[in-house]
């Protein structure tokens, strides 16, 4: 049977777990009573996904682990079983999230530097965005409810990206007055900016440019973007000629 609603907020604290926790022995009962067998590690996607639906929904203060044990039909026990804690569970589901993307960029910050490696990753970014609208609005939730809820592996990407751009700043390929850093909020800011505030954009680019909203191809105008994006910040960080 399920665990009972509470009106009380989940802590997300870890909590004793029993030795024997097990999907077999944890599972909604059968019609004659029994547990209901679960294959493990569908059971631990369906959690995963069920957490994704209520965190982007809710966010996480507002969404408890009795919920997510409803929804799914298991003990909450599994839940923390599978997962130790709902701070670990909110990680699980921004680390399914981005697992794809931070594997591109991974591989790009891992070969040779140069300014092809930081145009695609600015493309990278961009693309994500794009096919995972999902993560901006847990992004979101990570701004309003508190940094304790970042993941560590965007923190780690963000710092190789920065050390990217400072070893290309030693070799002249780009500018050494700039803050490296800094340049690294530029590129993330123009894309999620164009991507999180998208219907407002699609509300008020027909009226800046005087046509109607059905004159706009999106995903030609999202290609157009970007471009302008690449063109007009890699002309700023790229070094002026000596006169």
């Not at 665990?3 to 004793?16: I, K, S, V």
């Not at 959690?47 to 965190?55: G, K, Q, Y």
Request: charged share 30%.
């Amino acid at each position: 049977m399920a665990a009972p609603r509470t009106h009380n907020l989940e802590t997300g604290l870890f909590c004793p777990m029993p030795h024997d926790v097990s999907d077999s022995d944890t599972g909604a009962a059968t019609p004659s009573g029994s547990p209901r067998p679960r294959d493990a590690k569908a059971t631990k996607a369906e959690i995963l996904a069920t957490a994704e639906a209520l965190f982007l929904a809710k966010g996480f203060a507002n969404t408890t682990v009795n919920e997510i044990a409803e929804r799914v039909g298991v003990a909450k026990s599994l839940i923390y079983h599978h997962f130790g804690s709902k701070e670990r569970l909110w990680q699980e589901v921004r680390e399914a999230t981005m697992r794809e993307y931070l594997e591109a960029q991974a591989r790009l910050f891992e070969g040779e530097k140069n300014l092809d490696v930081v145009r695609e990753s600015l493309r990278t970014y961009f693309n994500f965005l794009q096919r995972e609208p999902k993560f901006l609005r847990l992004d979101a939730w990570v701004e309003l409810e508190g940094p304790t809820l970042d993941t560590p592996s965007t923190n780690a990407l963000a710092k190789a990206a920065v050390a990217t751009f400072d070893e290309l700043q030693r070799s002249g390929e780009l500018r050494d007055d700039i803050d490296p850093a800094h340049l690294l909020y530029v590129f993330v800011g123009v894309a999620e900016f164009w991507l999180a505030h998208r219907k407002r954009i699609e509300r008020t680019l027909p009226h800046v440019r005087g046509t109607g909203a059905d004159d706009i191809d999106w995903d030609e105008e999202d290609e157009r973007f970007i471009a302008t994006v690449q063109d007009v910040i890699f002309h700023g960080v790229i070094p002026r000629e000596k006169g």
